[in-house]
């Protein structure tokens, strides 16, 4: 079946510095996709989410790209902070029901002060 | 508001025990969804209820896996009788609306460790 993967499973940056994280999706019928944060005994927790009528969307100090030509997903985070140090999970949603969310595997994100 | 509240947060049973997760989604929302999380296979979507209703349970793993939503404000998954691979920690989610794209919200989760 489709699912969505990383590119990366690991990503190390210094602080003040800008993270990109991206994400491969195969279903060309999705039109909706989140990134979540997931840090250490928690759960997910909601960063940013795109509609498929869109390119880029912008909400504090992080950005989503979205590549519908070469499917396509990335995260950036502006100036990232130790408290940006977790898991981050692309998801997307086919089928206009959010139970049809499906998760990527995820990128681990380490902040180096 | 409390967010998803989910119980226990940390459960150890020996194989062949029922095992009850709980979960209480936030006040107001409709939807429901039951995730599984590990390492070797991420975030899976076992189940999801809509205005209490299951819609979708194609992602339960095998009949040993039942879930259920009485009301409203609360929602139970049994697994019995657990398994070793069923070690996995659980998360339960509720969203405002089940037919249009909107995030979901997480609870802590459960920790399942079968023995």
């Known amino acids: 079946g489709e699912s969505v993967g990383l590119h990366l499973p690991t990503l190390s940056v210094q602080e003040g510095d800008n993270s990109i994280i991206n994400c491969a999706y195969s279903?060309?019928?999705?039109?909706?996709f989140i990134w979540y944060k997931q840090e250490s005994g928690k759960g997910p927790q909601f960063i940013i989410d795109i509609r498929s009528n869109m390119d880029k969307r912008q909400g504090q100090r992080v950005t989503v790209l979205l590549n519908k030509t070469v499917k396509h997903l990335s995260l950036q985070i502006a100036a990232t902070q130790p408290g940006d140090s977790a898991v981050y999970f692309c998801?997307?949603?086919?089928?206009?029901?959010?139970?049809?969310?499906?998760f990527g595997k995820g990128t681990k994100l380490s902040v180096k002060p | 508001d409390a967010g998803v509240i989910q119980s226990p947060r940390h459960e150890v049973t020996e194989m062949g025990q029922e095992v009850t997760l709980r979960c209480k989604p936030i006040s107001g929302h409709n939807s429901l969804f039951w995730y599984r999380q590990t390492m070797m296979r991420g975030l899976e979507l076992l189940i999801y209820?809509?205005?209490?209703?299951?819609?979708?349970d194609s992602g339960m793993p095998e009949d040993r896996f039942s879930a259920k939503m009485p009301n409203a404000s609360f929602s139970t998954l049994k697994i019995q009788p657990s398994e070793p691979r069923d070690s996995a920690v659980y998360f339960c989610?509720?969203?405002?609306?089940?037919?249009?794209?909107?995030?979901?919200?997480f609870g802590q989760g459960t920790r399942l460790t079968v023995v």
């Open positions: 209820f809509n205005n209490n209703v299951p819609i979708d």
């Open positions: 279903n060309s019928a999705s039109d909706y």
């Open positions: 989610a509720s969203s405002p609306q089940g037919a249009l794209n909107t995030e979901a919200f």
């Open positions: 998801a997307e949603n086919y089928g206009g029901s959010q139970g049809n969310l499906i």
